[in-house]
Nanobody, 124 residues
Framework: QVQLVESGGGLVQAGGSLRLSCAASGSTFNMNSAAWYRQAPGKQRELVGSLTSGGTIIYADSVKGRFTISRDGVKNTVYLQMNSLKPEDTAVYYC??????????????????WGQGTQLTVSS
């Protein structure tokens, strides 16, 4: 059974940094394409950034220059490095992955697997 397990969330002051991890379990599962989403209280879930199989990354305008997505193929893990955090970054962060698609973009249905979410709270 494939699972995506996120970790690294927590409470941080504005201007601080944090790194989230999303590890995939399941011996035959490869995160071909992946993404990070977030959902703030009372708001719709939004795409933070998506990663193609070839390594191309597309970021939401709200996080460009501050957030970085990366992947460790050996560990089958995707990371979200978040710098210069703002209170408006407070949300539950989810990772999503698909084992077959080169690029899944912002279409939720393209991702077959989702993590359970990890809370980030940025204090002002």
């Amino acid at each position: 059974q494939v699972q995506l397990v996120e970790s690294g969330g927590g409470l941080v002051q504005a201007g601080g940094s944090l790194r989230l991890s999303c590890a995939a379990s399941g011996s035959t599962f490869n995160m071909n394409s992946a993404a990070w989403y977030r959902q703030a209280p009372g708001k719709q879930r939004e795409l933070v950034g998506s990663l193609t199989s070839g390594g191309t990354i597309i970021y939401a305008d709200s996080v460009k220059g501050r957030f970085t997505i990366s992947r460790d193929g050996v560990k089958n893990t995707v990371y979200l490095q978040m710098n210069s955090l703002k209170p408006e970054d407070t949300a539950v962060y989810y990772c999503a992955a698909d084992p077959t698609r080169y690029y899944s973009g912002s279409t939720d249905a393209n991702y077959d697997y989702w993590g359970q979410g990890t809370q980030l709270t940025v204090s002002s």
